[in-house]
């Protein structure tokens, strides 16, 4: 099980932080990753000035580009996965 | 039981005119609250002018401690007469009332007001006198915890008359709809909008009179602390913290980092939520032990338009957000229809990376600001404090 959270901080939201949440939980459901990978928010991590949306895998941190989240899913998470 | 009185009304004016002819006007001693209706002759620049002398005029005498013989003798006199209709004339309904629901009521030409107790509709047992030959329907007040009294003007009870309706809307109905609607979390101001919303249903959004509910409860005080954002002196975070806990009163925290430190302080983890009932404002968060968590700037800002439609009294979206699932929602609801009295514990620490976004210090504190002038108008006792 890949723990997969995401900013929901003020910071993150007007970055986009619905966006990268939504697309997230769209991608999980449309491969039927549901018992793989585990969603969730967390409010500010300390990161505002990163830019993009703070998220973190395993605890590993990432800054993520809301327009660019299934490219995050396939290059971080799908590896978090298989690995 | 620490009680508290709550008032509020809402009005709408008859179609096409832009002045409303009812007028309500409320004065709180800190004891007694007075409350008066009152309803012109005819619609427009006259009736308002009519019935903002006979509220105010009564509002001042009754409130100082006026016999009520005086009063209505003191407006009879005063009233410009009508040269149309060769009359001086406008109905009042006025509640003087103590935070032990002890006071009177005194009516004259408006609807019979409603008394509204263990959730259902009375009478009033009223006692008619006559002064200068007119007659002056007395109510002594004896109210208890969660009871209403709702008065009104005449546009109600004549709703929807002639078009949707014979007759328009009777007493008996109004009642109808009381019971079935009044829900014991509602304020006042929630119960009074409620029922000018009907009125406005029935009138297809075209008021044929001026219409205008006001109500007023008792009920135990709510005392409601909320944090926002964390103190400057990092190094006494357990100081503030603890300052904001004491006490039985119901606790909020707003922003992420103060709700970090609070969760710190109490042994346990920000749980935050993931899902977005409203797409404007951020999840909210659960700390256990904290009635409420929230995003802070957000979240606030959000709280301040749904507490100018709150405070409007012709807006008539329900006063009430039970039910609503998102943070400003559920904030206006425990600080705007829950509380009676609020504290405020403001951080004025900065985050730097807030700097220069909507979203940093200045803006914050704007906001602090705008929301404790508008709980102060909604007749609650708010104190801030800046750490």
Avoid at chain 2, 298 to 314: A, F, I
């Amino acid at each position: 099980m890949v723990k997969v959270t995401v900013c929901i901080g003020s910071s993150c939201h007007l970055k986009g932080s619905r966006q990268v949440v939504e697309e997230l939980q769209y991608i999980v459901k449309r491969k039927n990753l549901g018992e793989d990978v585990e969603l969730s928010g967390a409010f500010c991590m300390g990161k505002c000035a990163e830019k993009g949306v703070s998220v973190t895998v395993n605890g590993k941190y990432y800054a993520v580009d809301p327009a660019a989240v299934e490219e995050f899913f396939d290059d971080v998470i799908v590896k978090a996965i298989n690995g | 039981m620490e009680l508290y009185l709550e008032s509020g009304y809402t009005s709408l004016n008859k179609a096409g005119e832009e002045l409303c002819g009812d007028r309500v006007k409320v004065a709180d001693d800190g004891e007694y609250t007075t409350l008066v209706l009152a309803d012109g002759l005819g619609s427009g620049v006259k009736a308002n002018i009519l019935s903002t002398l006979t509220s105010t005029i009564l509002c001042t005498m009754v409130s100082g401690g006026v016999s009520i013989e005086e009063c209505v003798d003191t407006i009879i006199q005063t009233l410009p007469v009508c040269k149309e209709r060769g009359v001086a004339y406008a109905t009042f309904t006025v509640i003087h009332v103590n935070r032990e629901g002890k006071g009177y009521m005194f009516e004259f030409d408006n609807p019979e007001a409603i008394y509204i107790t263990n959730g259902k509709c009375r009478d009033f047992e009223r006692v008619p006198h006559k002064y200068e030959g007119k007659t002056v329907y007395i109510t002594e007040l004896d109210l208890k915890p969660n009871d209403y009294i709702v008065t009104m003007s005449d546009g109600v009870i004549h709703a929807g008359i002639g078009m949707i309706l014979n007759f328009g809307w009777l007493r008996k109905d109004v009642i109808e709809y009381l019971d079935k609607s009044v829900k014991p979390y509602m304020s006042a101001g929630a119960v009074a909008c409620l029922l000018a919303s009907a009125c406005n249903d029935l009138y297809l959004d075209k008021p044929g009179d001026d219409t205008t509910v006001a109500a007023v409860r008792i009920r135990e005080a709510v005392h409601v602390n909320i944090m926002v954002g964390p103190p400057v002196d990092k190094t006494k975070d357990d100081f503030y913290i603890a300052r904001f806990l004491e006490g039985d009163s119901k606790k909020i925290v707003c922003g992420g980092t103060s709700s970090t430190i609070v969760a710190r302080y109490l042994g346990t983890q920000v749980k935050a939520d993931f899902d977005f009932p409203d797409k404007d404002v951020p999840p909210i968060g659960h700390i256990d032990g904290i009635d409420l968590t929230t995003e802070g700037v957000l979240t606030l800002r959000k709280l301040v338009e749904l507490s100018e439609k709150y405070l409007s009294h012709s807006d008539l979206t329900p006063k009430s957000f039970v039910g609503k699932r998102d943070g400003a929602s559920m904030l206006a609801e425990m600080l705007f229809e829950e509380a009676t009295h609020v504290k405020f514990f403001v951080g004025q620490s900065i985050n730097a990376a807030h700097q220069g976004l909507p979203i940093d210090i200045t803006m914050k504190l704007k906001l602090v600001d705008t929301i404790s002038d508008h709980l102060r108008r909604a007749g609650k006792q708010v104190e801030v404090y800046y750490d």
